[in-house]
């Protein structure tokens, strides 16, 4: 396993929010095209700090295979047209609830390349990087906070039954998360939609991972976002993808970043799944059986 966190600074507080966008869109798309999934090979998290003038990227490699790509991902370049813009341009409209324009294609492109070309720093190898603070946006793209985007808001629920205490609920929660963060970053780069969170229920036996999307626009297309999660689950499968959680799961190490959160299954599932747990209920039949029994239900609203 390999953790890092990256860091450049950044001025115009819109622009850096679209190259932010841009940014984990190339990065996840790159290691999608790869064959490695978030939440099984790798997370990777991105953030403006608006106030201070500087961006982020904190990325966590969990696999071998996720490891091949850390060169690339300790200074990545975004990969941006017209049409990337544009969706994630109605990304950060969904987020925001407010609309953003630009009118200058040419001013906008020459923007994002001046950040693409400043370096990422590296938190293990700097002593301080000051961080010099937001410089005046410089118009280039426009926000018109007094309006109100059109949004439609999509509840993805994924259920199952299980006994009341049964410690495979634990590997339930670690399928789910696999599923929605990799759904959720393909709806993104290829539909605009935004990843608004994630939410839990655990009652009787009863067990939910709730996910929440935003996209601008009221047409209805819970069916399309079904057939895509229904599809996420066949694809990880195909690139090996549930093989290599069940091998991480099955090698669980407290003592390193990449183990399941305890705090979750305390406050979730009441009860705390030890390295010896997982080794005993991580199985091919374990992991094959949850995801023929799970169930997807898509709400929009």
């Known amino acids: 396993?390999?953790?890092?966190?990256?860091?450049?600074?950044?001025?115009d507080h819109l622009v850096a929010h679209l190259y932010e966008h841009l940014m984990m869109q190339t990065l996840h798309r790159q290691l999608f095209e790869a064959g490695l999934f978030q939440a099984i090979d790798y997370q990777a998290y991105g953030i403006v700090y608006s106030d201070a003038g500087v961006m982020g990227i904190d990325v966590t490699l969990y696999t071998m295979q996720a490891e091949r790509f850390v060169a690339q991902l300790r200074q990545p370049v975004a990969e941006y047209d017209d049409a990337m813009i544009d969706c994630a341009l109605r990304q950060i409209i969904a987020e925001k609830g407010?609309?953003?324009?630009?009118?200058?294609?040419?001013?906008?492109?020459?923007?994002?390349?001046q950040l693409?070309?400043?370096?990422?720093?590296?938190?293990?190898?700097?002593?301080?990087?000051?961080c010099l603070g937001e410089t005046a946006p410089r118009g280039i793209i426009a926000q018109r906070e007094e309006w109100e985007a059109d949004v439609m808001e999509y509840t993805i629920d994924i259920s199952i039954d299980l006994e009341p205490g049964?410690?495979?609920?634990?590997?339930?929660?670690?399928?789910?998360?696999?599923?929605?963060?990799?759904?959720?970053?393909l709806l993104q780069r290829t539909y605009g939609y935004y990843n608004?969170?994630?939410?839990?229920?655990?009652?009787?036996?009863?067990?939910?991972?709730?996910?929440?999307?935003?996209?601008?626009?009221?047409e209805d297309y819970s069916a399309q976002v079904y057939n895509?999660?229904?599809?996420?689950?066949?694809?990880?499968?195909a690139q090996g993808g549930w093989q290599r959680l069940l091998e991480r799961l099955q090698t669980v190490d407290y003592r390193e970043q990449s183990a399941p959160s305890i705090v979750s299954m305390i406050d979730d599932l009441r009860m705390v799944v030890g390295a010896r747990g997982w080794r005993r209920i991580v199985t091919a039949e374990t992991v094959d059986d949850l995801l023929d029994r799970l169930t997807i239900t898509v709400v929009a609203q």
């Open 228 to 237: 895509l999660y229904e599809l996420m689950i066949r694809m990880i499968r």
């Open 166 to 185: 049964d410690p495979r609920a634990a590997v339930f929660i670690e399928l789910t998360h696999a599923i929605q963060a990799n759904t959720a970053a």
């Open 98 to 113: 407010y609309p953003l324009t630009y009118h200058d294609r040419l001013a906008l492109h020459e923007a994002l390349h």
């Open 196 to 218: 608004h969170g994630y939410d839990r229920e655990c009652t009787a036996g009863h067990y939910t991972e709730r996910q929440y999307l935003l996209v601008t626009g009221r």
């Open 1 to 11: 396993m390999e953790s890092f966190h990256i860091f450049k600074p950044c001025g």
């Open 116 to 130: 693409d070309t400043e370096p990422w720093y590296d938190a293990q190898d700097i002593d301080v990087l000051q």
